[in-house]
């Protein structure tokens, strides 16, 4: 089941849930002068907003602001007159190349939703968002990006090289993931592993390739 906000009462020791999304990896929450919402984060495409859920668990959330999906929003608070102050986050990814002495030679900035996987030289694998859904993309340093996929599912890391010819990386949307393995120069899925993977935060593949790590 995917994550869910709720709201505990103190005195009756009763919880609700929230009826607002849970954006992964962000665990901001606010709470709104009145004490009758709370301030959370909605993920709408490429958009990020915040919004004021009622603690009724009744209604619908109410938009406060919205602003371009960023890393991730660390703290969310309001003042007495309603102000809202918000710890937003935005940050680049970059390849820095060096030369043998150590010293950087040159830097590329990529757009990338996290981390990215070096498959070779001067080529990486890189987690996208694209109209709301992530897409797993190779990136080659002076050509760009294109996406990883034939397939028009979601896909995203954690990922890990194989051999080389082929990725192992997490494919589906949101609650329903799972472990596939696609190759390098066509982007075909050549095997997917029907297990729930919503869970799975790092894989890593043997030199040999003859098996996956993954937690």
Do not use: H
Request: glycine share 8%; proline share 7%; charged share 20%.
């Amino acid at each position: 089941a995917l994550p869910r906000w709720y709201v505990l009462d103190l005195q009756s020791l009763r919880s609700q849930p929230l009826n607002t999304q849970f954006v992964q990896n962000v665990s901001a929450v606010g709470v709104s002068p009145d004490s009758r919402s709370a301030l959370l984060i909605n993920s709408v495409g490429d958009v990020w907003e915040i919004a004021a859920v009622p603690i009724s668990g009744n209604g619908v959330p109410r938009p406060l602001i919205s602003f371009p999906m960023p890393w991730s929003v660390f703290g969310i608070d309001a003042a007495r007159d309603g102000t809202i102050y918000f710890d937003y986050m935005v940050r680049p990814t970059s390849i820095l190349r060096f030369d043998p002495a150590a010293k950087a030679v040159s830097e590329t900035v990529v757009t990338a939703f996290e981390y990215m996987v070096p498959l070779g030289t001067d080529s990486f694998l890189i987690d996208r968002l694209e109209s709301g859904k992530r897409r797993l993309n190779v990136f080659r340093v002076g050509l760009g990006s294109q996406n990883l996929l034939e397939s028009s599912e979601e896909s995203s890391l954690p990922a890990a090289k194989i051999g080389t010819g082929s990725v192992a990386f997490l494919l589906g949307s949101e609650g329903a993931k799972n472990i596939a393995i696609a190759t390098l120069p066509d982007g075909r899925i050549i095997k997917r592993f029907r297990f729930d993977a919503s869970s799975v935060y790092s894989i890593g593949a043997a030199p040999d390739g003859r098996r996956l790590y993954f937690s």
